[in-house]
């Protein structure tokens, strides 16, 4: 009996697959190419916080807010195209750059940007997960349907970026002399570690980024430490 063939149709039809495939992997590294030089000028000046007095910040957040609108711009085309394709199958290619897009947007509003009439900004603002979405437009926590959206392991990342980011500014705020703004972002920085040991958290990558949390609270504790030793920390504070 002669052995079956194999029927060329089959590897015809892998190929096909294949380079739609490439076509979707090639489309989705252009857009998230685009996002990361925008998220990178954003980054980029908020920088500028670190040598920058709390009194021209007023100068400094609206030329972040510029970039963060450009940022919107992109994760809205990223949103619509991904959004025709399976979510986990290609949701590696841009969470870093989408986590890192959601820092700058939290450090702004942190720092008293992104403000609305309905809601002033003010520094010290947290953005929730809902309110992040908001400025991007996209759904977040997606559980009823296969579509681009943020989720809450990106918004925890993020979150710990501007951690990070926060406790350097800790210390460059005191040699600026703003003191109270050290003893603000200790205050801020001890209150989302006691939030992060709450939670259960499943993710690995999550756990081990939550573990480094503990150094940035010494960094800051350490600031106002030295503070308080020297008599430093604004009256009203002590209160």
Not at 11 to 20: A, D, N, Q, Y
Not at 49 to 59: A, E, G, L, N, V
Not at 105 to 110: G, N, S
Not at 125 to 145: H, I, Q, S, Y
Request: proline share 3%.
């Amino acid at each position: 009996m002669a052995p079956a063939m194999i029927d060329p149709a089959l590897f015809e039809e892998l190929k096909t697959k294949i380079e739609e495939d490439t076509v979707v992997r090639k489309e989705l590294d252009r857009i998230i190419d685009d996002l990361s030089q925008q998220v990178s000028f954003s980054q980029g000046v908020l920088s500028r916080i670190h040598s920058t007095p709390r009194s021209k910040y007023t100068i400094l957040l609206p030329q972040v807010e510029d970039g963060i609108r450009k940022e919107i711009q992109c994760v809205g085309t990223l949103s619509s195209f991904a959004s025709r394709n399976p979510y986990y199958k290609y949701n590696h290619k841009w969470v870093r750059t989408v986590q890192e897009a959601i820092s700058t947007v939290l450090l702004c509003a942190w720092l008293g940007g992104l403000g609305s009439e309905a809601r002033p900004g003010e520094v010290g603002r947290l953005m929730t997960l809902e309110e992040v979405g908001a400025v991007f437009a996209v759904p977040v926590n997606l559980k009823d349907r296969d579509a681009f959206h943020i989720t809450i392991e990106d918004y925890l990342l993020a979150l710990i970026n501007i951690i990070d980011e926060l406790s350097r500014l800790a210390m460059n705020s005191v040699t600026m002399g703003d003191n109270e703004l050290a003893v603000l972002i200790s205050s801020f920085v001890k209150d989302l570690h006691a939030g992060f040991q709450v939670l259960n958290l499943k993710n690995d990558i999550l756990r081990k980024r939550v573990d480094s949390i503990k150094y940035a609270v010494k960094k800051v504790e350490d600031v106002v430490y030295d503070l308080s030793l020297r008599n430093l920390i604004p009256a009203k504070m002590d209160e």
